[in-house]
């Protein structure tokens, strides 16, 4: 067997129709963004709803670690104020 | 327990903890490294079956009785080879490479599903491999498709989606012919006789015997039990071959209305272990066909790559 170099990962992001969000998909294995996206087309695309793909190398992408999610997310989940339920009216008045 | 001492007990506490609570498991998150370990064997036993798998079928695609079968069967082959990929990039968020785990099935070093070590006679198999083969793996498919380790199961579940055409497609090519003339339905049931108890045996050993079954189930990467999903197979199965005349080779099957199984005769499993050890009707022929196009292929990744490289020194050129 001939030594194999692996071509580099990609992760792939697909939007299944219009208005939708893109949402991560899985991955591929390319030499460029256009091998890429033809792979990723061939695999996450094979048939439906998708009508727009993103292929974003995989170096490019900085995620937050487990070990930091309470620090990065327990501020959201304290503070009551930022959800309406926090705010009284008077009764019977029509605010949306 | 043997298993879990090397592990700091803390972490394990942590991390049972969050399976009892129905979380999932991320690629980031701390795992046991035997959970990992069990993944990686789990998940690329399953993207080599896929891969391996479009041998058999792949075998009659030019020999398609129509161009509407031949198409259809192309799509299927075409699915199974998306469907290893999406495995193998599961895989990887485990932290092996995919060229590992294609060397560890081309060195004969990982297994894959015993199944595809039996042999495309007739047309008729292409039909029963959807009904029975595919039929199979929904149903371990739909079980997995809930495991607690997240990649694989969002796998799953896009695999899932596009499974249940390979089944249909297979039912009604098996339809077609047991509706046909006396040779077609005969051509038919040979291929059920055949393919019947390697597709119960696909579900994998009793749990008795399973040494790896217990640990699995604790973990949540399996939620039932080999024997549990066999049986629904059966249950699922029996009457889709008697709405089309078609029988299955059992002489001890039979209906227990009480429990609402069908329950079926002992399976032989030196059959299963033979195969498995590499003595199958076509191991040899489909890990050669594997090798063959693996090496065959060798130029066109070599091509893309110095493609790539071409075009980087070209755009560096243009920049400077
Ligand atoms: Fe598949
Ligand atoms: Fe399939």
């Known amino acids: 067997m001939s030594t194999e170099t692996q071509w580099p990962l990609w992760e792939v992001f697909t939007q299944e129709g219009d208005a939708a969000p893109h949402e991560h998909a899985g991955s591929v294995h390319a030499v460029d963004a256009e091998h890429a996206m033809q792979n990723a087309r061939d695999i996450y695309a094979r048939r439906g709803k998708v009508v727009s793909l993103w292929v974003v190398p995989l170096d490019a992408i900085t995620a937050s670690s487990p070990g930091d999610a309470g620090p990065l997310f327990d501020p959201g989940s304290d503070k009551a104020y930022r959800h309406p339920q926090f705010y009284k009216s008077p009764r019977g008045v029509k605010i949306f | ?320």
């Open chain 2, 1 to 320: 327990m043997t298993v879990a001492a090397a592990e700091d007990p803390v972490k394990l506490a942590e991390f049972e903890a969050r399976l009892e609570r129905g979380e999932t498991i991320e690629p980031k998150d701390w795992m046991p490294e035997k959970y990992r370990k069990q993944l990686v064997r789990m998940m690329s036993q399953h993207a080599h079956s896929e891969v391996v798998g479009m041998l058999p079928e792949g075998n009659w695609i030019t020999r398609a009785p129509s161009l509407r079968r031949k198409m259809v069967l192309l799509a299927k082959v075409q699915d199974e080879g998306g469907h290893g990929l999406y495995i193998y990039c599961g895989t990887e968020t485990l932290g092996v490479g995919r060229e590992e785990l294609i060397e560890q099935l081309l060195t004969g070093k990982a297994k894959y599903s015993s199944i595809f070590n039996y042999p495309t006679l007739t047309w008729a198999d292409i039909g029963v491999i959807g009904w029975l083969v595919d039929g199979a793996a929904i149903v371990n498919q739909t079980m997995l498709a809930k495991t607690s380790y997240g990649p694989y199961a969002r796998a799953m579940i896009r695999i899932c989606k596009e499974e249940n055409f390979h089944k249909r497609q297979g039912y009604e090519i098996c339809t077609v012919m047991a509706k046909g003339t006396p040779a077609q339905r005969a051509m038919v049931q040979d291929a059920v006789n055949r393919w019947w108890w390697p597709s119960l045996m696909m579900f994998g050993p009793s749990d008795a015997t399973s040494p790896n079954s217990a640990e699995l189930m604790r973990w949540r990467v399996k939620r039932e039990t080999n024997d549990a999903l066999r049986q629904r197979f059966v249950n699922l199965t029996i009457p889709q071959a008697q709405a089309i005349g078609l029988s299955v080779p059992d002489p001890d099957l039979r209906y227990n209305a009480e429990t609402e199984n069908w329950e079926f005769g002992p399976i032989d499993w030196s059959e299963f272990q033979a195969v498995i050890a590499g003595n199958g009707p076509c191991n040899r022929e489909r890990m050669a066909a594997r090798r063959k196009a693996h090496a065959d292929g060798a130029w066109v990744r070599e091509a893309a790559e110095v493609h790539a490289e071409k075009q980087a020194a070209r755009a560096r050129e243009h920049a400077a």
